[in-house]
């Protein structure tokens, strides 16, 4: 069951990554993947001061966040081989940041990834607890829980190649992201009529 499959991630063995580290060892991976490559996002605010976009908006420059947005390259990092499938699970109403980040995610769809939004509610359930883990499944033998710290700071990955556990969660989210809606639908629906987020950082997160 898909509840179970998130619980082993917590008990599986993996070995923990710094930042940098992971980075360098993930882009590695990426670069000769093919086929599906799965991420599920749980939390609703990181912290991105390495994003100028993010940091405009956390400023209060709606404007200027989106303007740096349309100057990003989406399509350059995807994986060249391989197919993004990103489940974003989404709260309602929004946290600046998510807010920010479904426009972000919305254009990513159009230059080529699969996002798609599902809502909280949906996941309750698998949450008793503890919330889903911040997932990547890049092969039935490699997936990593991205870290975060108490402020959204992304500080690494946990390396797991428990094969049984891999195939449970990849399963798990495929189920998950059967039943979520395509980013930009969601997006135009949900949050192209919104106002500009308040901005600010949060301090602590809901949830590379």
């Given at each position: 069951?898909?509840?179970?499959?998130?619980?082993?991630?917590?008990?599986?063995?993996?070995?923990?990554?710094?930042?940098?580290?992971?980075?360098?060892?993930?882009?590695?991976?990426?670069?000769?993947?093919?086929?599906?490559?799965?991420?599920?996002?749980?939390?609703?605010?990181?912290?991105?001061?390495?994003?100028?976009?993010?940091?405009?908006?956390?400023?209060?420059?709606?404007?200027?966040?989106?303007?740096?947005?349309?100057?990003?390259?989406?399509?350059?990092?995807?994986?060249?081989?391989?197919?993004?499938?990103?489940l974003r699970i989404v709260e309602m109403p929004p946290t600046p940041y998510l807010q920010w980040e479904i426009v972000?995610?919305?254009?990513?769809?159009?230059?080529?990834?699969?996002?798609r939004a599902l809502h909280a509610r949906s996941v309750r359930h698998l949450e008793r607890s503890a919330p889903l883990?911040?997932?990547?499944?890049?092969?039935?033998?490699?997936?990593?829980?991205?870290?975060?710290?108490?402020?959204?700071?992304?500080?690494?990955?946990?390396?797991?190649?428990?094969?049984?556990?891999?195939?449970?969660?990849?399963?798990?989210?495929?189920?998950?992201?059967?039943?979520?809606?395509?980013?930009?639908?969601?997006?135009?629906?949900?949050?192209?009529?919104?106002?500009?987020?308040a901005g600010g950082v949060l301090s602590r997160p809901g949830h590379p």
């Amino acid at each position: 069951m898909p509840g179970e499959a998130f619980e082993h991630v917590r008990q599986a063995a993996g070995e923990v990554l710094p930042a940098a580290r992971y980075r360098t060892e993930l882009y590695d991976h990426l670069r000769r993947m093919e086929g599906v490559v799965w991420k599920l996002e749980r939390a609703q605010h990181f912290h991105e001061p390495d994003t100028p976009s993010w940091v405009a908006m956390t400023s209060g420059d709606w404007d200027r966040s989106l303007a740096l947005m349309g100057e990003m390259r989406f399509a350059d990092d995807l994986p060249p081989r391989a197919e993004l499938r990103r489940l974003r699970i989404v709260e309602m109403p929004p946290t600046p940041y998510l807010q920010w980040e479904i426009v972000l995610l919305a254009a990513r769809t159009r230059a080529g990834e699969r996002a798609r939004a599902l809502h909280a509610r949906s996941v309750r359930h698998l949450e008793r607890s503890a919330p889903l883990p911040e997932l990547l499944i890049l092969n039935r033998d490699l997936m990593y829980e991205i870290l975060y710290d108490e402020i959204g700071a992304h500080v690494g990955g946990r390396r797991i190649t428990d094969t049984r556990v891999i195939g449970e969660c990849a399963r798990a989210i495929a189920e998950l992201y059967a039943r979520a809606e395509d980013m930009v639908a969601f997006h135009d629906r949900e949050v192209a009529h919104l106002p500009p987020p308040a901005g600010g950082v949060l301090s602590r997160p809901g949830h590379p």
